[in-house]
């Protein structure tokens, strides 16, 4: 009889994106295996254009309603197994009423000493491993490669766009030399990541504009509204303002449709990564947030970072990072250049 896993990964997009390598190592250590992801509404595209994942359940419809229900809804997964990925105490007790045989948590949470089968010893704070070895890392026991080499487990973060992109974004898209690369630039990160500033992106657009390349601008309609004047200055040097106007199967779509995408430590960079696509990242050097710990992980990904190892000067004010503000938008038009030498794949 196969084996169901239920993956809980109930916060941001790239949380769950470098959650992937869980899903693709448990159908690699057991062939034939069920692997569910329990996430919120938000990340379900992401849990459709994975491979390994079979099937997904929506926290925030579980959480509608009562808890014999959200007990029922949990044994009708017929799942054996639950990693608790991103630990969540009403989910570890909910796990534990549905009488999930073996549920597997960190141990470094107290609700997990009072609701789990396996306790894995585990710091996320102060360790030296990307973020997607330390998901792995929950597999302790079943998997006896110990920690997994960074190529690998790159190997394992794959996305395939499920949602047609809609003709007139393909036509878009489409409208281009043979010289031209389509660049995706996300400005926000909606509070997730150090943010490279406005002023920069404004010019690494005139910049990759003048280069002859075309632009185009992403966020949500909440950033769009946000980016008004910065959108309207800048707008001889954008093709297209698309904030506001794809929801996320068709930001999928958008993404791997293009050449690639820049962008701080956000979900799109990581969802671009996975895609296959062009991911360059801008990041600080202070931990945890630096590409150590949160590098995109694909087979065209990379990131730019300052040179000055785990600065802590920026740490009291979050707001005006001064290392990330350092990365020059030259340096990124540099390595945007590069790209026709290195053509973006599929993974």
């Given amino acids: 009889m196969s084996r169901t896993f239920l993956i809980s990964r109930?916060?941001?997009?790239?949380?769950?994106?470098?959650?992937?390598?869980?899903?693709?190592?448990?159908?690699?250590?057991?062939?034939?295996?069920?692997?569910?992801?329990?996430?919120?509404?938000?990340?379900?595209?992401?849990?459709?254009?994975?491979?390994?994942?079979?099937?997904?359940?929506?926290?925030?419809?579980?959480?509608?309603?009562?808890?014999?229900?959200?007990?029922?809804?949990?044994?009708?997964?017929?799942?054996?197994?639950?990693?608790?990925?991103?630990?969540?105490?009403?989910?570890?007790?909910?796990?534990?009423?549905?009488?999930?045989?073996?549920?597997?948590?960190?141990?470094?949470?107290?609700?997990?000493?009072?609701?789990?089968?396996?306790?894995?010893?585990?710091?996320?704070?102060?360790?030296?491993?990307?973020?997607?070895?330390?998901?792995?890392?929950?597999?302790?026991?079943?998997?006896?490669?110990?920690?997994?080499?960074?190529?690998?487990?790159?190997?394992?973060?794959k996305l395939d766009p499920i949602t047609p992109l809609r003709p007139e974004l393909r036509e878009l898209l489409a409208a281009r030399s043979n010289a031209q690369l389509n660049v995706i630039l996300h400005p926000r990160s909606r509070g997730s990541a150090r943010e490279w500033g406005l002023g920069h992106f404004g010019t690494l657009a005139q910049l990759l504009h003048q280069a002859g390349h075309r632009v185009f601008i992403t966020g949500t309609a909440a950033e769009g509204e946000e980016l008004r004047e910065w959108l309207q200055e800048h707008q001889p040097f954008l093709t297209a303002d698309l904030t506001g106007q794809l929801n996320l199967p068709e930001?999928?779509?958008?993404?791997?449709?293009?050449d690639g995408l820049i962008a701080g430590s956000t979900g799109p960079l990581h969802l671009a990564a996975a895609l296959g696509r062009h991911a360059l990242g801008l990041y600080p050097p202070?931990?945890?947030?630096?590409?150590?710990?949160?590098?995109?992980?694909?087979?065209?990904?990379?990131?730019?970072?300052?040179?000055?190892?785990?600065?802590?000067?920026?740490?009291?004010?979050?707001?005006?990072?001064?290392?990330?503000?350092?990365?020059?938008?030259?340096?990124i038009v540099a390595r945007v250049l590069q790209w026709h030498l290195l053509p973006a794949t599929n993974n």
């Fill in 251 to 258: 930001f999928i779509a958008f993404i791997a449709a293009a």
């Fill in 10 to 157: 109930t916060d941001a997009i790239g949380d769950v994106v470098l959650t992937l390598p869980v899903a693709g190592r448990l159908k690699q250590l057991f062939p034939g295996c069920r692997v569910l992801l329990l996430g919120r509404t938000y990340t379900k595209a992401v849990a459709d254009a994975c491979p390994w994942i079979d099937a997904f359940l929506n926290f925030d419809e579980l959480q509608q309603l009562p808890e014999a229900a959200q007990v029922t809804a949990l044994r009708a997964t017929q799942a054996d197994t639950i990693l608790h990925v991103f630990p969540n105490r009403h989910l570890a007790w909910l796990a534990r009423k549905a009488g999930i045989r073996h549920r597997i948590g960190t141990r470094n949470r107290w609700f997990h000493w009072l609701t789990c089968t396996k306790l894995v010893s585990l710091s996320r704070r102060n360790s030296s491993l990307h973020e997607a070895q330390l998901n792995l890392q929950l597999l302790q026991g079943h998997d006896t490669l110990g920690v997994m080499p960074l190529p690998e487990v790159a190997s394992l973060v």
């Fill in 286 to 331: 202070i931990r945890p947030m630096h590409p150590g710990r949160w590098a995109p992980l694909g087979p065209q990904a990379d990131y730019v970072v300052f040179d000055k190892p785990n600065c802590q000067d920026c740490r009291a004010q979050l707001a005006s990072c001064t290392c990330i503000k350092a990365l020059e938008p030259l340096q």
